[in-house]
């Protein structure tokens, strides 16, 4: 299946905000961050990310510069009277617990997703890991969207898992990792709880699986690509946002849905992600070469040829 | 490269073993384990396996038969007055834990593996997850060997690590799990760890991730084959041995050592596990068909394919 996506649209609803991070490698003060970011600028390698967001007047020119220096439409970031988001986490044990230590959502409290008129022809929509009522809002303006995808996380399972169920009876793809999906559907083995989830709604499900990788069901297939073997990971932050972007990106660039092209959105998923977690903030999926993003790729589809 | 192996000899020294084992699925009392068990079973369906080890006066003959209906070679499976091996141990929190209850090495304590003339001929050789003093000792005999492989657990790492390093200096490939990598050469990333263990001695390690998958390092090479999706596993005791016969199983019976041989090796060790922790003791191991094996083969390779 090709769904044709003349002019590689893909609108990105989510969160901009500002992220103080400690990990074990060193930390960051107010570093760009949110879901929106990270997709968009994944996805950017790809098509072209039409972004949907919201920050507060202290939101700097030059962090709107970084994503426009990637192709990023930035006219859908409404800015507000007040504070952007701020996050404030701290990873440890090797990565395996993270402590948030503050959640400030300031201007994101009242965010009311308003799709600019010429951002509502896009036919490929990512819905980033926000509540599910603001994702409701956005299916309600982005009638014309053919493939509409979505993240979520543990948080809105536990807290409003009716308005999610709503959003996912309506969309085509979820991305989920693994101890999400178990939540989700009480069940304890991956085959059983994708069986589930696409029970819900969507065709396809992804469930990541971090460090391991990720698979993919749904139309009967079962698709799975480990993740880049990487000698140090710096900032896990946002790399579930950025494996989002760069899925879709592909599927939005390409219109390719059918195996090879979902195989290869899973690669491209796979290897923005790699690069994300090699540096705080975004910086690490900032900037980046065909050269470099082509050479991480061949190495992933060589370590799994038979 | 290839290493021809007309007759298709495996030799495999290990444990022949007595386990009960309780799992969330249920439980069995003295059932057939033991790592020479497990690994020769799954070696059969792709080679000829010779198999070294001991047992006591208890050892029922329809334990050896389960070996011998897969055309097992068990002649070097000595019997000597006493108790067979005995483990006894419950997993809990979905498999994540596991629990020994007792361990009563009976007549394995006097263990002293003599491999039989016509054994000695053996060109692949499995050194089952053993004391590194007893498999230093099958090395001494088994000179003709062309391809040694050899397990290992963190217990050895603990309370054997010099005789266990002076083993590695002279083995082929090694098979290790990923947190007995980690703890056998104090690195953190999975890269940084096979390339400290190729440098102890091996020319392949292969790091085992239980749920996860397996990857191969070495000749310059990564390969990675995920574990098969499975709904639900009933016990997971041998499954890394299991896992190793069949790879090594599979390198012997054909010889392969190339690059194909390598990652089909990872495929067929992946398929035999993936029996294995389905059933408890060998009993998802024994008496596969090829069509069965074939069709989980298949669905792996599927899987992965780009």
New interface residues.
Partial sequence: MKIPNANKDLLVVGSVAYDSVETPQGSVEKALGGSASFASIAASYYCHPLVVGIVGTDFEDRHIGILEAHGVDTRGVERKEGKTFHWRGRYHG?FKERDTLETALNVFESFDPRIPPDYRSARYVLLGNIAPSLQMKVLDQAGDAEVVAMDTMNFWIETARDELMAVLRRVDLLFINDEEAFQLTDE?????AAERILNMGPRYVVVK?GE??A?LFGSGL?????AV????VVDPTGAGDTFAGGFVGRLAGSGELDR?GL??AL?CGTVMASFAVEAFSVEGICGLTPEAIDSRRA?L??????
């Fill in positions: 090797n304890r083995s991956l085959v059983g699986r391991y990788g698979v079962q698709l799975f690509v480990p073997l990487l000698r140090a090879p195989a290869e690669l190495g589809e060589r370590m799994i040829r038979i």
